[in-house]
């Protein structure tokens, strides 16, 4: 009898290998991975994909299960960190809260957010409200991960409960620690989005594609995350995948650009390209007006480009939109040695602007005055700037 206690205790039900061990680890946590990225973000948050209820309630169970996450308080939290996004009410901004607080203490930045009543009722709305979500996994969200604990314990023993816990903080790390504190604070950048968002890397595996958090912040409703050529994502993959089969509907994905050749007047539709691709546009004008400008006047001072430190290049791609009043007053030392730079500065504060303009009649008078003044300039790289942003359009 101790013996089989023993034995129970050491291997569980399974007797399974390390080697099987550690394969069932990879299949949960990644499960769970899909569950956050595919479920909770791509589909309940964003509506950029539709779900077969099947696939949806598996995917409601898991995350119980394996989370104790609430349908509702995870949209609500996320929803509320892109319309407030880097500012006091975003619920986990490096910007404001320092990086070490949202990579190690994310969870409690969650926690405490998903609290607020009336963001539950702004940002939560058309989330699932059928009985077993109020009775089960809203009303009792910490019986999943205790039903959990029993399950990995049956199956592998004492060991199965360092599986479980392993478990509990995959979600925690790399969601709340990981994507939220490192992407924003480190990666690359495809698009100047009016925030902090990276791409950690170019291959979104690990962690369901939510490595190209820059890419999501450019286009938030998109299903897809991966929008270069060199770049993948597992989660859409697993969309496509279901899609195949019946069990998911892609309702968005991003718009491709195009751009017209020999087009002498921004119309409508350049308008409209403008408009939806406006990180895009502002990405270009940084790499193709702004850096070329600064190299070009680094040359002719006998300087590299590297003479501007890091921080204020970086500025100079933004608009100075993270810099303190100090940052301010040295990137106007800069621009104050430069005037062909500081035009091109001054250019794309007022592209920026009219970008914002609500209006459509007056939006396209605004592009259409930009580019007539951008062509006038006599500032090359501006001019072909100019040319390729009068032919901007969403391809179809």
């Not at 101790?2 to 034995?7: E, F, K, P």
């Not at 009722?121 to 058309?126: F, H, I, P, T, V």
């Not at 007047?265 to 691709?277: G, I, N, R, S």
Request: with cysteine; aromatic share 12%.
């Amino acid at each position: 009898m101790l013996d089989a206690v023993l034995n129970f205790l050491s291997n569980g039900l399974t007797h399974m290998s390390w080697v099987g061990m550690l394969v069932y680890m990879l299949v949960v946590t990644q499960l769970t991975i899909f569950t956050v990225t595919i479920y909770y973000h791509r589909c309940q948050t964003h509506r950029g994909v539709d779900l077969h209820p099947v696939v949806q309630h598996f995917f409601r169970f898991w995350g119980w299960l394996t989370t104790g996450m609430v349908t509702r308080e995870w949209v609500a939290v996320h929803r509320k960190h892109h319309a407030k996004v880097e500012t006091a009410e975003d619920p986990h901004s490096p910007q404001i809260y320092g990086i070490k607080k949202v990579f190690w203490d994310g969870v409690a930045l969650y926690r405490d957010a998903s609290e607020v009543k009336e963001d539950l009722e702004k940002y939560g709305r058309g989330t699932p409200d059928d009985w077993i979500e109020r009775k089960l996994y809203t009303g009792h969200p910490y019986w999943g991960p205790a039903l959990m604990l029993i399950v990995s314990f049956a199956l592998f023993g004492v060991i199965g409960v360092a599986f479980w816990a392993v478990q509990m903080i995959w979600i925690p790390f790399w969601a709340a620690g990981f994507v939220n504190g490192i992407g924003h604070w480190w990666g690359y950048r495809n698009f100047e989005s009016a925030d902090t968002a990276t791409n950690l890397i170019p291959w979104g595996f690990w962690i369901g594609g939510e490595e190209l958090h820059n890419n999501h912040h450019a286009f938030p409703s998109s299903a897809k995350f991966a929008l270069r050529k060199w770049e993948f994502d597992i989660g859409w993959a697993v969309i496509c995948a279901l899609r195949a089969v019946g069990l998911a509907k892609v309702l968005r994905v991003a718009p491709t650009l195009d751009v017209r050749p020999n087009v002498s007047l921004p119309d409508a539709e350049t308008l409209k390209a403008v408009l939806t691709h406006r990180f895009q546009a502002m990405t270009d004008y940084y790499r193709g007006v702004i850096v070329p400008t600064l190299r070009e006047e680094a040359a002719h001072a006998g300087e590299s480009i590297k003479a501007v430190p890091r921080r204020m290049r970086r500025a100079l791609a933004d608009g100075g939109r993270w810099l303190d009043g100090e940052g301010h007053d040295r990137l106007q030392a800069v621009l104050a040695k430069r005037p062909t730079l500081r035009t091109v500065v001054d250019f794309r504060s007022r592209l920026a602007a009219l970008m914002e303009q609500r209006g459509t009649d007056q939006a396209l008078k605004g592009l259409q005055q930009w580019i007539h003044e951008a062509e006038q300039s006599g500032i090359r790289a501006l001019q072909e700037f100019a040319a390729k942003l009068k032919g901007y359009a969403i391809a179809s």
